[in-house]
């Protein structure tokens, strides 16, 4: 494990970047995100990193023949959102170990974070129905599109296609 100190509220913790349009559904009765779409924001941050890192690996010729399990997600709420609007949600790797990694994520609204998470997510071999040791390309990957080294250096990208 990376020995730093991450503060999970700074946008400049987090290295890999993707944004999500609010939408009505989104909402509860008291017209605030429901809490339940934060899970749907993260789960698409990380996604799209796990998709990036699959192209990654796939352009420099390698394969991709598993996929990625969510073992564990906590979830801290922090302020409310609010309807019409975007969030913006940031993501940083602090770990990669045999099988799983460590995902940071942060979720912030027009100048503050509303959210942050800490997950667990596991590399899995769809075929055996079992967690396998994440891949020497895919592991450089990762580490390369979100990994805590980076987001020191307080780069800020959006990476949407």
């Known amino acids: 494990m990376v020995d730093i100190e991450f503060d999970s509220k700074n946008r400049v913790s987090y290295r890999y970047w993707s944004r999500e349009i609010l939408r009505y559904a989104d909402l509860d009765p008291l017209g605030h995100v429901n809490n339940n779409a934060y899970g749907f924001y993260i789960e698409n941050a990380r996604t799209k990193l796990f998709h990036a890192a699959d192209r990654a690996v796939l352009s420099a010729g390698g394969s991709v023949e598993y996929d990625w399990v969510l073992r564990r997600l906590e979830i801290d709420y922090l302020r409310e959102v609010r309807f019409p609007g975007e969030v913006e949600t940031g993501l940083t790797c602090s770990h990669i170990g045999n099988s799983s990694m460590i995902l940071h994520v942060g979720?912030?609204?027009?100048?503050f974070c509303a959210a942050t998470s800490i997950g667990v997510s596991v590399?899995?071999?769809?075929?055996?129905?079992?967690?396998?040791?994440?891949?020497?390309?895919?592991?450089q990957a990762i580490w390369d599109l979100a990994g805590v080294e980076q987001s020191e250096r307080g780069g800020e990208k959006f990476n949407d296609p």
């Open 107 to 111: 979720v912030f609204g027009s100048g």
């Open 123 to 139: 590399c899995f071999d769809v075929s055996a129905r079992v967690a396998m040791r994440v891949p020497d390309d895919m592991r």
